[in-house]
Nanobody, 126 residues
């Protein structure tokens, strides 16, 4: 019932910034956790960041904490990932994910999420 579409990926140089967007439709996003995952070539899809609750509680994986910022639109129809100080290790396909829940608990596993976008490619050179 929920459709997610990512955008904003591209090719950048190390040290640059990029902002990813995820637009949701089909169902209200009240009581939903929103998250970003990424998958590098030859590797498993991994958790990047999540945001839950009306207060915007966030959580980040260690490798991006301090560089990436997840946020959401006022109406919760969109979620964003601001990526700063990018490096080559950030190269991956980035996926937006959603999970309906009634609490403010953070989930970080791929299998926890049941709505996914198609992914957007982020490539960081040098």
């Amino acid at each position: 019932q929920v459709q997610l579409v990512e955008s904003g990926g591209g090719l950048v140089q190390a040290g640059d910034s990029l902002r990813l967007s995820c637009t949701a439709s089909g169902r209200t996003f009240s009581q939903y956790a929103m998250a970003w995952f990424r998958q590098a070539p030859g590797k498993e899809r991994e958790f990047v960041a999540a945001i839950v609750c009306s207060t915007g509680i966030t959580y980040y994986t260690d490798s991006v904490r301090g560089r990436f910022t997840i946020s959401r639109e006022n109406g919760k129809s969109s979620v964003y990932l601001q990526m700063n100080s990018l490096n080559a290790e950030d190269t991956a396909v980035y996926y937006c994910a959603a999970l309906e829940l009634l609490t403010c608990r953070i989930y970080t596993r791929v299998r926890d999420y049941n709505y996914w976008g198609q992914g957007t490619q982020v490539t960081v050179s040098s």
